[in-house]
């Protein structure tokens, strides 16, 4: 069992930034891809953004490619969001999601609980 705890949310204006951080416990970290989707009222869950076990590959959905980076840090047991230049359009509940397989697909073995994120315009 992997337990995923996501921190960071918050309101925030637009053009602001936050950090998302989701810390892990149970199974060794550095066994899982790791990732962050998200869903905003009324939407079904879309992907954010993905990290390959070692780090050294990750993916972006177009919408957050350019504002948003994604990051780990296999001794802390915890991978990062960055968000950057944040839009009305970013508000949803983040989710964290670790995965067996190389890269972390839209279904995954473990989800975290989820974070709010707000932006306002």
């Known amino acids: 069992q992997v337990q995923l705890v996501e921190s960071g949310g918050g309101l925030v204006q637009a053009g602001g930034s936050l950090r998302l951080s989701c810390a892990a416990s149970?199974?060794?970290?550095?066994?899982?891809?790791m990732g962050w989707f998200r869903q905003a009222p009324g939407k079904e869950r879309e992907f954010v953004a993905a990290i390959s076990r070692s780090g050294s590959s990750t993916s972006y959905a177009a919408s957050v490619k350019g504002r948003f980076t994604i990051s780990r840090d296999n001794a802390k047991n915890t991978v990062y969001l960055q968000m950057n230049g944040l839009k009305s359009e970013d508000t949803a509940v983040y989710y964290c999601a670790a995965d067996s397989k190389y890269i972390v697909t839209t279904t995954p073995d473990y989800w975290g609980q989820g974070t709010q994120v707000t932006v306002s315009s």
């Open positions: 149970g199974r060794t970290f550095s066994w899982y891809s």
